[in-house]
Structure formats: structure tokens, C-alpha cells
């Protein structure tokens, strides 16, 4: 069984970085890792995802945002830098355990197990 816990979050101002973790137990190295996000009264979005080496972002977040994976560690994290207030949000981490087409890591359904969400909160 997957289980995710995410921790990182926080209230930061417009310019300024978080680093988001997520620690994973029940995952193999050909699983799926992503971060989505979601405001109230909105749906779930896709943040960034990575697998085998490979990355993946939002066009919002491209070139400000970093997905990392420790295998070692069974951990993923999310540097985000120059924050802008539209990144606030709560942020799930989420994995797929089996593989899928790299065009498919931005659908919410491919997503198997998720965690509980971190809050954050960019505003000066």
C-alpha cells in the first residue's frame, strides 16, 4: 500500500522560495511522482511530475518550479522560486506505481494514491 506525507508548506512573499516534501512508502523506482494543486472551487492541477530520470511541468510553472526524486531516501520534492500569489494553493503529492506514456502524467485519474495536501500561501 502507497502512502504519501507531504510537509513543506507555508506562507511565503511574492519573489520568495518553499520547498515542498513528500516522503513515499510502497512505491519502486518505475513509479509515477507528481505534485498537483488545487484552490478552493477549483479542480485538482497538475504541477509537475518525474520518473526514470525524466520531468515533467505545467507551462505555469515551468522555469521557476524543480521536481526532484531521492530514491534513496523514497522521497520527492518541489523547489518553488519567484512565487507568485496565483501559486497559492494546497499542493498534493501523488504517485502512479505502474508505468504509463510520459503524455499521461499530467491526468489526475492516471494517479493511484495521494497524500493529504501541505497549504501555500504566497502573499505579501
Known amino acids: 500500500q502507497v502512502q504519501l506525507v507531504e510537509s513543506g508548506g507555508g506562507l511565503v512573499r511574492p519573489g520568495g522560495s518553499l520547498r515542498l516534501s513528500c516522503a513515499a512508502s510502497g512505491i519502486s523506482r518505475d513509479s509515477i511522482l507528481g505534485w498537483f494543486r488545487q484552490t478552493p472551487g477549483e479542480e485538482r492541477e497538475f504541477v509537475a511530475a518525474?520518473?526514470?530520470?525524466?520531468?515533467v511541468y505545467a507551462d505555469s510553472v515551468k522555469g521557476r518550479f524543480t521536481i526532484s526524486r531521492d530514491n534513496a531516501k523514497n522521497t520527492i520534492a518541489l523547489q518553488m522560486d519567484n512565487l507568485k500569489p496565483e501559486d497559492t494553493a494546497i499542493y498534493y503529492c501523488a504517485a502512479r506505481r505502474m508505468r504509463i506514456i510520459v503524455g499521461a502524467w499530467s491526468r489526475r485519474d492516471v494517479y493511484d494514491s495521494w497524500g493529504q495536501g501541505t497549504q501555500v500561501t504566497v502573499s505579501s
Open positions: 518525474t520518473s526514470g530520470g525524466n520531468r
